[in-house]
């Protein structure tokens, strides 16, 4: 019940101050509860400043925003709400507005034993967030589940590159969820308009760094990087291979790397593998 709850307020526009858009409108669940523009706009067509990430596995993370400076799915819900150019709405007038549903105040004592108040409906959003993984990709058949037909040997060297000293990839982008969760300078920018980790700690060592982003389901969640400036699989690959723009924090992993045509082809055709189509499929997951 309390997945429900959870679920029906995901797809809900009436948590948007003037019930235009949902949760669902950025995080579509077909592109693995990403979007596929650079930067949505919220209410009032007020414009956004970041790409929407995907919400895959989103449970395993450990901070949330790119900036790392959430540490709840509980109380990343409120961003949304509250954010001038998303939702532009509050917590407590949402709660009133939905008042009269009778269907909503019926779901939340079952789940809670308590009206949708404020802390049923972020705990509801949460744990619809947490039911969202993803596991089940060509690439996991092929390393989980000992299928060694669902690769072909074209995305085995592709693998084999992510994995090697020559790319350092699997360094930052490691682990079942293809990250450590660190916060990076990959080299996009000499100059960084949106300053990223420096935002919540005033400190310039943290200038243009970003949380490292899963990779799974990549194939569907362009575009790519905390702004979306980069609008294929093929620009990231080649973004890596030209070591990225010289800047006082870039890690020391990103560098030339020197790749072939036919290994950048192979990179891309392995990061393609990661696609759970079970899950961005999965119609228990849609409204
Ligand atoms: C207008 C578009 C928009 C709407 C509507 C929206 N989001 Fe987001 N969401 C974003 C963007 C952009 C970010 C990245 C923010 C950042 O990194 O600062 C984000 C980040 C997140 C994250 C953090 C993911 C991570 O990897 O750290 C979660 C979780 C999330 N949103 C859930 C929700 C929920 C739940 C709702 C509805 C209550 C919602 N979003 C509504 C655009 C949107
Ligand atoms: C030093 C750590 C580091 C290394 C090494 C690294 N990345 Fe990244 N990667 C990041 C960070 C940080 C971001 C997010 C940057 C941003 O949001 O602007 C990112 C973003 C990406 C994205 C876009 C994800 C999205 O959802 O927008 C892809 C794809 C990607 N990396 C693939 C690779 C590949 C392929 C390699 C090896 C050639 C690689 N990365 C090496 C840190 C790293």
């Given at each position: 019940?309390?997945?429900?709850?959870?679920?029906?307020?995901?797809?809900?526009?009436?948590?948007?101050?003037?019930?235009?858009?949902?949760?669902?409108?950025?995080?579509k669940?077909?592109?693995?509860?990403?979007?596929?523009v650079?930067?949505?706009s919220?209410?009032?067509?007020?414009?956004?400043?970041?790409?929407?990430?995907?919400?895959?596995?989103?449970?395993y993370?450990?901070?949330f925003t790119?900036?790392?400076?959430?540490s709840s799915l509980e109380?990343?819900?409120?961003?949304p709400?509250?954010?001038?150019?998303?939702?532009?709405?509050?917590?407590?007038?949402?709660?009133?507005r939905?008042?009269?549903d009778?269907?909503?105040?019926?779901m939340?004592?079952?789940?809670?034993q308590?009206?949708?108040?404020?802390s049923?409906l972020?705990?509801?959003?949460?744990t619809?967030?947490r039911?969202?993984?993803?596991?089940?990709?060509?690439y996991?058949?092929?390393?989980?589940?000992n299928?060694?037909?669902s690769?072909?040997?074209?995305e085995?060297?592709g693998?084999?590159?992510f994995?090697?000293?020559?790319t350092?990839?699997?360094?930052?982008?490691?682990?079942?969820?293809?990250?450590?969760?660190?916060?990076?300078?990959?080299?996009l920018y000499?100059?960084?308009?949106?300053?990223g980790?420096?935002?919540?700690t005033?400190?310039?060592?943290?200038?243009?760094?970003?949380?490292?982003?899963t990779?799974?389901?990549?194939?569907?969640?362009?575009?790519?990087?905390h702004?979306?400036?980069?609008?294929?699989?093929?620009?990231?690959?080649?973004?890596y291979?030209q070591?990225?723009?010289g800047?006082?924090?870039?890690?020391?992993?990103?560098k030339p790397?020197?790749?072939?045509?036919?290994?950048?082809?192979?990179?891309?055709?392995?990061?393609?593998?990661l696609?759970?189509h079970?899950?961005?499929?999965?119609?228990?997951?849609?409204?």
């Amino acid at each position: 019940m309390r997945w429900a709850l959870g679920k029906k307020l995901f797809y809900d526009s009436r948590l948007s101050i003037d019930s235009s858009i949902s949760c669902a409108s950025c995080h579509k669940p077909h592109l693995a509860f990403s979007d596929d523009v650079s930067s949505t706009s919220g209410v009032f067509d007020r414009p956004g400043t970041r790409n929407a990430p995907t919400l895959t596995n989103v449970v395993y993370q450990p901070y949330f925003t790119r900036e790392g400076g959430l540490s709840s799915l509980e109380m990343q819900v409120l961003v949304p709400i509250q954010e001038h150019n998303e939702f532009g709405f509050n917590i407590i007038e949402i709660t009133k507005r939905l008042k009269s549903d009778s269907v909503y105040q019926r779901m939340s004592n079952k789940a809670y034993q308590s009206p949708l108040d404020y802390s049923a409906l972020v705990r509801a959003i949460a744990t619809f967030e947490r039911s969202l993984i993803s596991g089940n990709s060509a690439y996991d058949k092929f390393q989980y589940q000992n299928d060694q037909s669902s690769l072909t040997g074209f995305e085995v060297a592709g693998m084999e590159l992510f994995y090697s000293d020559k790319t350092n990839c699997s360094q930052c982008h490691g682990g079942f969820n293809f990250t450590n969760y660190a916060f990076e300078n990959n080299g996009l920018y000499a100059e960084y308009t949106d300053t990223g980790r420096e935002r919540l700690t005033k400190n310039e060592a943290d200038n243009g760094r970003f949380k490292v982003p899963t990779l799974r389901n990549i194939e569907v969640t362009g575009p790519y990087m905390h702004d979306g400036s980069l609008t294929s699989l093929d620009k990231v690959v080649e973004h890596y291979n030209q070591g990225g723009f010289g800047h006082p924090n870039k890690s020391s992993l990103i560098k030339p790397l020197g790749l072939s045509v036919i290994e950048k082809q192979q990179l891309v055709a392995f990061l393609n593998t990661l696609t759970d189509h079970d899950f961005i499929n999965n119609k228990t997951f849609r409204n």
